[in-house]
């Protein structure tokens, strides 16, 4: 891992997000306009349980900051009670590090162990794993996220792909 890096400017996209070492996100155009406002809660919890892993090998935080709200213990139990207002927020991204392909690949493995059925909704989780381990590249990787999990074109051509699999397994 390198240095901590602070850097207000956004990585170029698509993104791989790892939160609570069992969630996949890819954050892409239509996915970071989500970020750009919050509720006084996630300000005060902070995101520091997610990781973004970009196509420049570099491991990311998120920060979100705003001079609207103030942290402190009437604002803190309003959020957590009755009054937890949203407020538009400036993105600044810290590099916490760096990666190999092959890391990424296995903490995505890891979070497909943990799964609930969230990210094996059309295929096995064995075949899943597969699929990423093959995967080349960064590119490679977020097409096969896409295909087998966000971004299902053809679940009737997928499930017959992970049953050829599973046959000849």
Same mark, same amino acid.
């Given at each position: 891992?390198?240095n %901590?890096?602070? %850097?207000?400017e956004q990585?170029e ?10 969630g ?21 919890l902070?995101?520091d349980?997610?990781?973004?892993y970009?196509?420049?090998m ?7 900051? %705003?001079?609207?709200?103030k942290?402190?213990?009437w604002?803190?139990?309003?959020a ?7 407020f538009?927020?400036t ?13 990424l690949?296995?903490?995505i493995k ?5 799964d609930?059925?969230i990210?094996?909704?059309f295929?096995d989780a ?5 699929k ?14 896409n295909?087998?999990?966000?971004d299902i ?5 997928i ?11």
């Open positions: 891992m390198t %901590t890096n602070q %850097t207000s990585p996209l698509p993104l791989i997000c790892i939160y609570k070492n069992k996949i996100e890819i954050i892409n155009g239509e996915t970071i306009k989500f970020f750009n406002r919050t509720s006084a809660n996630s300000l005060i902070g995101k349980d997610a990781e973004m970009s196509s420049e570099n491991i990311l935080n998120l920060e979100q900051k %705003t001079d609207k709200f942290n402190t213990k604002n803190r139990f309003l957590k009670t009755i009054y937890n207002p949203s538009d927020v993105l600044n991204w810290k590099q916490i590090g760096t990666y190999k392909l092959t890391e690949k296995t903490k890891d979070c497909i162990d943990k609930d059925d990210l094996t909704q295929v064995d075949f899943f794993k597969y990423i381990d093959e995967s080349s590249d960064f590119t490679h990787l977020i097409d096969n996220l295909k087998y999990r966000f074109i053809d679940e009737e051509s499930w017959k792909e992970n049953d050829e699999w599973n046959n000849k397994k």
